[in-house]
Every structure is written in structure tokens, then in C-alpha cells.
């Protein structure tokens, strides 16, 4: 089974102005549309989201306007935050979801703000999930915060993420009976190479060892780059994961960003899918991914024989040198 962290409830995923789930009745007016149990219905965006910089340029957080509504506006708005927050949350378990990773990272500036957030959306989130909460935030107090609203009854919480440069968070995720996923970050940089991530990864593994967590508890983070900046990205990430799954064996999971090896890239649903098949089938058994576009019913689906999969390999095993016949076929209409 595919461990789907799922990713969505999030303060920095965008839809963009104007898209097709961004509406206006009027020029003052604007609200988030979705459907659920086939009726449509609205979020409204409050005046500061219009306002923002982020709104000049074309986008609109989403979950943070549902956590702002929740928290700040008039009654019936505040029912709508709560309202799409639960919409979210059921989507995310429909689609498979293990996990539900929650970060409110880029809400505020204040970290006493973004504590009582935390604090708030896990309350709201675990009205309705049925799944642990993940905990993501670059900041350790904000973690611990969220790790104490957290519901055991849902199952152990999951730290995102602990490594060698904030070793402080592995003793925090094991005072809260919680699960983690080790980044392969080193101590003072970001690992550049498969053989830098490998050795970060060995270290931390052993300090987690050290402090009591057992391989199924641990979910390895390789950390994963886009294809768009090294076309050797890709292969590398491949690579990694076959070696650490030899190395530490079956017990042992993965919880990479995998939607990160698109970025910047056309299509990037295609290539996120296409990635995480080629890394199930090095061993890979999860990752922090949209569960609505990435689940095991999705890679299950994959031809394998179709030139829209074969063109996207291609890419990201460094066979097709910076994609110029990706970009080829997706300018042509093939994909």
C-alpha cells in the first residue's frame, strides 16, 4: 500500500485568480468554489487575501483563507472556513490518504500567532479525519504545539520532518509517541549528491535508533529537486532509494516531496506520476504528495507502454537532456 502523505491543508498551496475555482459575483467579491455531494459551494475570500501582493500576482492561498475565515470573520464566514477545511480533509482520505500534513507556516510572521493556528486547525481538522495528523513546520515550537493538539486515537502523529541540522525535534517527536520523517539534510547544508544523502541519512538513522524509534517508525526523506535544475536529479533520487531500501530493508518508509521533481516544469501532474511509479519500483513506499492526483489507484492506471509514459521516463532518468522532447511532445499536443 502507497503511505500518502497528503499535502493539500497547507498555507502556501495556491489556486490562481481568475482559474476555475476562484469566482466573483462583483469587483468586491470573490470567493473559492468546490463541489461536494454534488452541490457547489463557496469559501469567501476576505479583503486582505484581495488586497495581498500574492493577489497582484495572480494567486490566492486557499487553506490560509479557510483558516483566516475560521478564526476571524463574521459567522457564517467562519463556518465556511471550518466548512472547506472538513471538505478538504474527507477529499484527502477518499483519495487514500494516511496522513493529513499540516503546516501554517507562511500564515503569519508571529510565531505565537501560528501556534494558536496550529493548535486550532488540528482541533477543526480532527472533528471529521479519521487518519493522523502530520505535523510540518520549519520552526520546532510550532511543531510541539501541533504535536499536542494532536488526537491519539487517530494513531501516532508524524513529525515533518527531523534531520542533522534541528536534532532538537527527534526527542520532541519521541516524548509525543510520534512517527518521523527523516530529511537527508546535513548538519550545516543541503546534500548535493546521492552519496551526501546516503551518509546523512546513515547518521540520523542511528540517532533515531539511539533514541528509541524502530525502522517502521522512520519515513526517509532523500530530498528530492526538480529535474528542471539537473536533469540528473531524477536518476539520482532513483538511485538513492534503491540503495537505502537494500541497505535498511523493508521495515523502513519513504516520505520524499516527490511533486518537487516537476517544479517549474508543463504538465507536472504527468511527471509527478510517471516519478513516483519509477520510485515505487525502486522501492519507494510513500511520499507527501496530493493524494487526489497521486494514489495507488492512479499508478495503477499508468501504461507503461504509452509514449506519454516513455517520454516522461526518458526525462527524468536524464535519457532526455533537460526534457527538450518532453517540451517537444507537450508543445505539440502529444502530451
Same mark, same amino acid.
Given at each position: 500500500?502507497?503511505?500518502?502523505?497528503?499535502?493539500?491543508?497547507?498555507?502556501?498551496?495556491?489556486?490562481?485568480?481568475?482559474?476555475?475555482?476562484?469566482?466573483?459575483?462583483?469587483?468586491?467579491?470573490?470567493?473559492?468554489?468546490?463541489?461536494?455531494?454534488?452541490?457547489?459551494?463557496?469559501?469567501?475570500?476576505?479583503?486582505?487575501?484581495?488586497?495581498?501582493?500574492?493577489?497582484?500576482? %495572480?494567486? /490566492?492561498?486557499? &487553506? $490560509?483563507?479557510?483558516?483566516?475565515?475560521?478564526?476571524?470573520?463574521?459567522?457564517? !464566514? *467562519?463556518? +465556511?472556513?471550518?466548512?472547506?477545511?472538513?471538505?478538504?480533509?474527507?477529499?484527502?482520505?477518499?483519495?487514500?490518504?494516511?496522513?493529513?500534513?499540516?503546516?501554517?507556516?507562511?500564515?503569519?510572521?508571529?510565531?505565537?500567532?501560528?501556534?494558536?493556528?496550529?493548535?486550532?486547525?488540528?482541533?477543526?481538522?480532527?472533528?471529521?479525519?479519521?487518519?493522523?495528523?502530520?505535523?510540518?513546520?520549519?520552526?520546532?515550537?510550532?511543531?510541539?504545539?501541533?504535536?499536542?493538539?494532536?488526537?491519539?486515537?487517530?494513531?501516532?502523529?508524524?513529525?515533518?520532518?527531523?534531520?542533522?541540522?534541528?536534532?532538537?525535534?527527534?526527542?520532541?517527536?519521541?516524548?509525543? %509517541?510520534? /512517527?518521523?520523517? &527523516? $530529511?537527508?539534510?546535513?548538519?550545516?547544508?543541503?546534500?548535493?549528491?546521492?552519496? !551526501? *544523502?546516503? +551518509?546523512?541519512?546513515?547518521?540520523?538513522?542511528?540517532?533515531?535508533?539511539?533514541?528509541?524509534?524502530?525502522?517502521?517508525?522512520?519515513?526517509?526523506?532523500?530530498?528530492?529537486?526538480?529535474?528542471?535544475?539537473?536533469?540528473?536529479?531524477?536518476?539520482?533520487?532513483?538511485?538513492?532509494?534503491?540503495?537505502?531500501?537494500?541497505?535498511?530493508?523493508?521495515?523502513?518508509?519513504?516520505?520524499?516531496?516527490?511533486?518537487?521533481?516537476?517544479?517549474?516544469?508543463?504538465?507536472?501532474?504527468?511527471?509527478?506520476?510517471?516519478?513516483?511509479?519509477?520510485?515505487?519500483?525502486?522501492?519507494?513506499?510513500?511520499?507527501?504528495?496530493?493524494?487526489?492526483?497521486?494514489?495507488?489507484?492512479?499508478?495503477? &492506471?499508468?501504461?507503461?507502454?504509452?509514449?506519454?509514459?516513455?517520454?516522461?521516463?526518458?526525462?527524468?532518468?536524464?535519457?532526455?537532456?533537460?526534457?527538450?522532447?518532453?517540451?517537444?511532445?507537450?508543445?505539440?499536443?502529444?502530451?
Amino acid at each position: 500500500m502507497f503511505i500518502a502523505v497528503g499535502e493539500n491543508i497547507h498555507c502556501t498551496r495556491i489556486y490562481k485568480v481568475g482559474g476555475v475555482f476562484v469566482k466573483s459575483f462583483d469587483e468586491n467579491t470573490y470567493v473559492i468554489a468546490y463541489e461536494e455531494d454534488g452541490q457547489e459551494k463557496h469559501l469567501p475570500i476576505a479583503k486582505r487575501f484581495v488586497e495581498s501582493s500574492d493577489w497582484k500576482n %495572480g494567486k /490566492v492561498k486557499h &487553506a $490560509a483563507v479557510a483558516m483566516w475565515q475560521g478564526l476571524h470573520g463574521s459567522e457564517a !464566514e *467562519r463556518k +465556511a472556513g471550518v466548512d472547506y477545511l472538513h471538505y478538504m480533509v474527507r477529499n484527502q482520505e477518499a483519495h487514500g490518504a494516511s496522513y493529513l500534513d499540516l503546516n501554517v507556516d507562511e500564515f503569519s510572521t508571529d510565531i505565537g500567532e501560528r501556534k494558536e493556528l496550529i493548535r486550532w486547525a488540528a482541533g477543526i481538522i480532527q472533528q471529521v479525519s479519521t487518519v493522523p495528523l502530520s505535523i510540518d513546520s520549519s520552526n520546532i515550537e510550532i511543531i510541539q504545539a501541533g504535536l499536542e493538539a494532536c488526537d491519539s486515537a487517530k494513531g501516532s502523529p508524524m513529525v515533518n520532518s527531523v534531520s542533522l541540522e534541528r536534532k532538537g525535534a527527534v526527542q520532541i517527536a519521541k516524548s509525543a %509517541g510520534a /512517527v518521523v520523517i &527523516a $530529511a537527508a539534510t546535513g548538519e550545516t547544508s543541503m546534500p548535493t549528491n546521492k552519496e !551526501e *544523502r546516503i +551518509a546523512n541519512l546513515e547518521t540520523l538513522i542511528s540517532l533515531l535508533e539511539d533514541s528509541g524509534f524502530t525502522s517502521s517508525q522512520i519515513h526517509l526523506d532523500p530530498l528530492v529537486f526538480p529535474v528542471s535544475v539537473d536533469p540528473n536529479n531524477g536518476l539520482m533520487i532513483l538511485e538513492t532509494i534503491e540503495e537505502l531500501r537494500k541497505a535498511y530493508g523493508r521495515e523502513i518508509h519513504f516520505a520524499p516531496g516527490l511533486s518537487n521533481i516537476s517544479y517549474g516544469m508543463p504538465n507536472r501532474k504527468l511527471i509527478n506520476q510517471v516519478f513516483t511509479y519509477l520510485c515505487v519500483e525502486r522501492g519507494l513506499d510513500g511520499g507527501i504528495v496530493d493524494p487526489i492526483q497521486i494514489n495507488q489507484g492512479a499508478l495503477d &492506471a499508468l501504461d507503461t507502454d504509452a509514449e506519454r509514459f516513455k517520454l516522461t521516463e526518458a526525462f527524468l532518468t536524464g535519457q532526455d537532456h533537460y526534457g527538450m522532447n518532453y517540451i517537444s511532445a507537450v508543445r505539440s499536443g502529444k502530451l
